[in-house]
């Protein structure tokens, strides 16, 4: 499909990221889902290619200009090939902006280099055992003594979470305050107290590392604050609609190469002496499928033009988010479907299509938040 929000610069960095998927990560994704990480090393060839966070400021290795079709570029070449265990998208997409908007010369020096380079991978910890979606309800503490916060709680489900050597952590600086107690706090690989627990198994994303974070009497220097105290839900309410665009890129891109591989699928096997394409049951599905990825394509593309021109508003991205990743689950349960038994088994890519996605309604705000967050943006309108 003809998609004019790339130029032809875009283009280039297209086909070189796909060059390099299909040269450093595709022939080896099957041995990383088996271990359930990737290697560090990926990170940096990524660094070294241009593909992490270019979007820092020249001074710190990055391209200087802040564009998201770059981001989106990397994440469905990434979709396309079934590559999701390199978390570069959480590392570009979703921590580097609150790198960019909220820290100081001081911390953009000290992790803006690593972060461009692949030295240093991020994670975000919002999620704890207890609360997800309703994020004021945290109760992880940072307590300020002096020029440091000393950190107590428990993160759960955070993607990079072993592979990471700076955590972006949602604290509460004051507990009896719901989301004005609550700030931002980078938590970094070493420091005393701070322990990662299990990599948690999933269903899919099985070469993603996952993981549970524990603080116990964390000291983390002040220095380490993310903008201002008690402005962390504020930041995250600004951020989290790039992240959700982030997950409809991925989505769309997932859909259109599993229907690519299904009308392939569909062309060559037979039944009752004829393509299993050629009955018309089979066309219709095909039909609506390409009319709805399609579709999506159009509102996802006008999305990361209006990101990129500073207009998406938080109701659009939320709906980009749920219908696309909704739409990925319908797309990949029907194409599955079309494969038959086949497409039960593991070594079919479609299966493999088909367990990632099952995931992306529920992060990065459920799809039900998702519809609650329109809906109150509707009352609003009144
Ligand atoms: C693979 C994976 C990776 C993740 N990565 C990260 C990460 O990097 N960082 C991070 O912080 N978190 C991460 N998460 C956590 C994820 O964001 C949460 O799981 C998600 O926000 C939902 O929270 P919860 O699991 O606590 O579910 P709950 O909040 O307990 O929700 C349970 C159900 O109740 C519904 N519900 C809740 N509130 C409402 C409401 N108001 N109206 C209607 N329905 C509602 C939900 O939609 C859901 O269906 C990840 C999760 C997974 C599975």
Not at 13 to 33: K, L, N, Y
């Amino acid at each position: 499909m003809n998609r004019p929000i790339f130029t032809p610069d875009h283009i280039m960095f297209r086909d070189a990221v796909r060059r390099f998927v299909e040269r450093e990560i595709a022939p080896f994704h099957a041995q990383w889902e088996e271990e359930g990480i990737v290697p560090r090393g990926i990170w940096r060839k990524a660094g070294a290619l241009g593909m992490l966070c270019f979007d820092a400021p020249e001074e710190y290795g990055g391209s200087g200009e802040t564009d998201f079709r770059y981001n989106a570029i990397v994440d469905e070449e990434l979709a396309r090939a079934q590559a999701m265990g390199p978390g570069f998208g959480i590392h570009s997409d979703i921590i580097m902006p609150y790198i960019l908007r909220y820290a100081t010369d001081e911390q953009k020096a000290r992790w803006l280099p690593g972060m461009v380079t692949g030295e240093l991978i991020s994670a975000i910890a919002m999620t704890e055992p207890n609360t997800g979606s309703d994020l004021a309800g945290i109760r992880t503490t940072a307590v300020r003594h002096g020029d440091r916060y000393l950190v107590n709680g428990q993160k759960t489900f955070i993607s990079n979470g072993i592979l990471a050597d700076l955590v972006v952590t949602a604290v509460k600086t004051d507990p009896d305050a719901r989301h004005k107690g609550m700030s931002l706090l980078v938590i970094e690989r070493g420091m005393a107290g701070f322990e990662r627990g299990r990599n948690l198994e999933k269903m899919g994303l099985k070469a993603q590392d996952t993981a549970e974070l524990y603080f116990n009497d964390v000291e983390v220097p002040a220095a380490n604050l993310l903008g201002e105290e008690g402005e962390g839900f504020r930041y995250l309410m600004q951020q989290l609609p790039q992240e959700r665009l982030s997950i409809a890129v991925i989505a769309v891109a997932a859909c259109e190469a599993a229907l690519e591989m299904t009308i392939d699928y569909c062309r060559t096997r037979h039944a009752f002496g004829k393509p299993i394409g050629s009955f018309q049951h089979t066309r219709f599905e095909l039909a609506e499928m390409q009319t709805e990825i399609t579709i999506a394509r159009v509102f996802v593309d006008r999305c990361i033009s209006e990101l990129n021109a500073g207009t998406l508003t938080a109701e659009e991205a939320a709906m980009a988010k749920w219908w696309a990743s909704d739409l990925q689950v319908r797309v990949m349960d029907r194409c599955l479907q079309l494969f038959g038994g086949y497409g039960y088994m593991l070594e079919y890519p479609i299966a493999r299509f088909y367990l990632d996605a099952r995931v992306q309604p529920i992060y990065g705000g459920t799809n039900e938040v998702m519809k609650e967050l329109i809906g109150r943006g509707l009352e609003n309108k009144k």
